[in-house]
């Protein structure tokens, strides 16, 4: 099989927050479900001693000592058994970014997580740091819940290790708690120094720029994209050899060398944004230099955070407090505190204000009024208004939606049911959907002016595509279907089929 090469689409299986196959999506624990609290104990690298399982959906990555230096950063991170790098649902990613203090000066690297027992499939790149070089680390998956645990088996509540790199995985100080497919070490410390570079002068942000219809190019926070779980996930790629299931850092020089190795990627909404999006409407989005792969500039969920955070003008999409990753894992209420611990991962400010708030264009306050109100204000004429661009495109997940736009249109429907939020006075989109439950025509009417499409495209040849059922039914007013295991499945479909 050919190298496949995703580049204006996001390859196999990213961008969700749903992903995928088996990584069906009902067969994954979600944020609010109690999940198992033992982490046995591996060897860094040694062979597994656990048999390798296809539908497990939550997983554990082993990351080494001082995961944040240089030589932490170019050590494998391990995926641990039953869990593999060759099961879409089961794809783990991470990337860096890296800030010269003194400069201010950005850069992207990508460590690579493999399956235990195996070794990459091209030797790492050694990361060369600036001089007191300030790292933030960021991981996505494709499945359920991923924990980060040290080579003892301890997880950020328990390990010496990982606290002392600050890794978050969910509240802390709550041992079990988790966000879901997320984590992250050393955020708040990176923008804390980005945010100062930036202040300073050293670091530049570039402007948004115009779409093709004049209007500012979107952010990771602009409602045109947002999404349930807004600000997640990482638009890291890795190359794989599905036969061998050795993965390596996704470089010219490694595809040069792997022609038959297949590119994996993470279904997030900073790819759907960076990497689909963006290219379709005119925009550029804020990008560095990759370490790993010399005289390319890659994309990255700091990045974009950092722009948004500096760029995006009201109404603002900032994670609200209904957000499915930061319930309380096991009870489903919402926390403040998990809110806030997921804000400052990235870089958003944290709650204030009245959780009953209806109007809000800040976003501070988390509430769920203004949150879907926005959405449905914001996300439709985006949809309606290149239509005619987005229809043309392959689907990002085929169990959503059968091309890009009626994949959005339904991505949108399925927030405003995922986020529970109260029916609308007039609900503009309303998509038609298959025996599966994914989209085959959508009618968005705004201002007494329809539109409809019923075209399908399909992904390119190499992209994986997930498998399973979401339904949700909307008319004028948001739908009340039951949507079981709704939360990381369909999120797992779009991070694995990215987005």
Aim: glycine share 8%; charged share 10%; proline share 8%.
């Amino acid at each position: 099989m050919q190298l496949s090469l995703i580049t204006t689409l996001i390859s196999t299986a990213a961008l969700a927050h749903a992903k995928n196959a088996p990584r069906a999506f009902g067969l994954k624990a979600t944020a609010t479900e109690p999940i198992s609290l033992t982490a046995a104990a591996t060897a860094v690298n040694a062979a597994p001693t656990v048999a390798l399982n296809a539908t497990a959906v939550n997983c554990f990555v082993t990351l080494p000592a001082n995961p944040l230096s240089a030589e932490g950063l170019a050590t494998p991170f391990i995926l641990q058994p039953p869990c593999s790098q060759s099961v879409n649902g089961q794809q783990s990613f991470a990337e860096a970014t890296v800030l010269d203090p003194a400069t201010g000066a950005l850069s992207v690297y990508h460590p690579l997580i493999m399956d235990a027992g195996t070794t990459p499939l091209a030797p790492n790149v050694v990361p060369q740091l600036p001089a007191n070089a300030v790292v933030g680390l960021w991981f996505g998956f494709n499945g359920g819940v991923l924990q980060l645990q040290d080579a003892n088996g301890l997880t950020t509540n328990t390990s010496p290790t990982l606290m002392g790199a600050d890794c978050v995985n969910g509240l802390p100080g709550v041992v079990g708690d988790v966000f879901g497919q997320v984590s992250w070490c050393g955020a708040q410390a990176f923008f804390a120094a980005a945010n100062t570079a930036i202040a300073a002068g050293l670091t530049v942000i570039p402007p948004l720029g115009t779409d093709t219809l004049g209007n500012p190019c979107p952010t990771s926070r602009s409602f045109e994209i947002t999404d349930a779980c807004p600000s997640d996930n990482v638009p890291t790629q890795y190359l794989l050899n599905p036969l061998t299931r050795q993965t390596s850092q996704d470089t010219v020089a490694n595809r040069a060398a792997n022609g038959n190795a297949t590119v994996i990627n993470n279904a997030s909404d900073e790819a759907l944004l960076a990497s689909i999006i963006d290219p379709l409407i005119g925009c550029t989005p804020f990008q560095a230099p990759s370490i790993d792969n010399p005289g390319v500039m890659s994309s990255a969920l700091a990045l974009s955070e950092i722009q948004a955070n500096a760029l995006q003008a009201a109404p603002i999409g900032l994670v609200p407090l209904n957000d499915p990753d930061t319930l309380i894992t096991g009870a489903g209420t919402v926390s403040p505190d998990k809110t806030n611990a997921y804000r400052l991962g990235v870089n958003q400010p944290i709650v204030s204000g009245s959780a009953a708030a209806t109007v809000d264009a800040t976003g501070v306050t988390g509430a769920l009024v203004p949150y879907c109100n926005n959405m449905v204000a914001v996300g439709p004429p985006f949809f309606k208004g290149f239509q005619n661009v987005f229809i043309n495109q392959g689907t990002p997940a085929a169990n959503v939606g059968n091309n890009l736009f009626t994949f959005l249109c339904e991505r949108y429907l399925m927030s405003l049911t995922q986020l529970v939020c109260p029916p609308a006075a007039f609900q503009p989109v309303v998509c038609q959907l298959d025996g599966n439950g994914a989209a085959t025509s959508c009618v968005i009417t705004l201002n007494g002016t329809t539109t409809t499409n019923t075209t399908s495209i399909a992904m390119p040849t190499g992209t994986a595509m997930t498998t399973g059922t979401v339904v949700a039914t909307m008319t004028t007013s948001i739908a009340t279907t039951s949507t079981t295991g709704f939360h990381h499945g369909w999120r797992h479909r779009h991070r694995k089929n990215k987005y």
